[in-house]
């Protein structure tokens, strides 16, 4: 007798391959993220506009925004090329505002696990703050949905052809733009309606305040070390407030089974 290899076409048990096109998952990702779009290019050329401002050059400009594809860290990253801050201090910096990317690539990795390498490498290049989100929004199970990589899609490559036409079109616009438009509001508001709700949490919240409270103490210190700090120190105070809390929780469970 054969073993007879699970056709999920026929094998219910089975379970489904998220990798497949699925058209409707594919649009309704592309529905949820189109209201995003506006900000979301609003932003990108006001970086555009910062980067050519701050001394980089046309190919430089657009080097950096189709490689990096991270507005925080070249917002952050910018004045510290223009006061010609060592590199460490510039990556670094970088690094700190982008570390929240590591928390995006912890929670999603195990939603796309099976996906080769290359798949998940662009996956990874093109998904963002407002992708991950909305991704996580309607899929936090882990389990294979049939759709999954075809709603992340519908999301990200708008969003990301979105933050490239504003970048480009900020870089080659340059200062024609007045700054008292206000472009980069849209963007910041964008942000915010979709972040707000996932720092709901104890932790994240506390997290929020002391990161604040510490980049509003150090915004004298050189080379915007003040933002570096508050970004660390902001995520170790949300680590330690879960552990308390989780750490509080068991207690009571506890006690709750020696007096039951």
Request: proline share 7%; aromatic share 8%.
């Amino acid at each position: 007798m054969t073993d007879v290899i699970p056709d999920r076409d026929r094998d219910p048990i089975a379970p489904p391959d998220v990798a497949l096109h699925h058209e409707a998952s594919w649009r309704e990702g592309l529905r949820m993220g189109v209201p995003t779009l506006f900000g979301i290019g609003a932003w990108g050329l006001v970086v555009g506009m910062a980067m050519v401002k701050s001394g980089l050059t046309v190919p430089q400009a657009l080097g950096m925004t189709l490689l990096a594809f991270a507005g925080s860290a070249q917002l952050a990253s910018l004045p510290l090329i223009a006061a010609g801050a060592p590199v460490w201090v510039i990556f670094l910096t970088a690094l700190a505002v982008n570390l929240r990317f590591v928390i995006f690539s912890v929670i999603l990795a195990p939603h796309f696990a099976g996906l080769p390498w290359r798949s998940r490498f662009v996956l990874g290049y093109c998904s963002g703050d407002m992708t991950a989100a909305l991704f996580l929004q309607k899929y936090p199970s882990e389990k294979p949905v049939a759709g999954k990589v075809s709603y992340l899609k519908g999301l990200m490559y708008p969003n990301w052809a979105a933050w490239q036409v504003g970048s480009i079109a900020g870089i080659f616009l340059g200062s024609a733009v007045p700054a008292e438009w206000g472009l980069g509001f849209a963007g910041t508001l964008a942000i915010i309606c979709i972040m707000v709700p996932l720092v709901a949490s104890v932790p994240a919240v506390c997290g929020v305040l002391v990161a604040g409270a510490v980049a509003v103490a150090g915004a004298g210190m050189p080379y915007k070390l003040g933002l570096l700090a508050a970004m660390v120190v902001g995520m170790l105070t949300a680590i330690a407030v879960e552990e308390i809390i989780e750490k509080k929780t068991v207690e009571k469970k506890n006690a709750k089974g020696k007096h039951g």
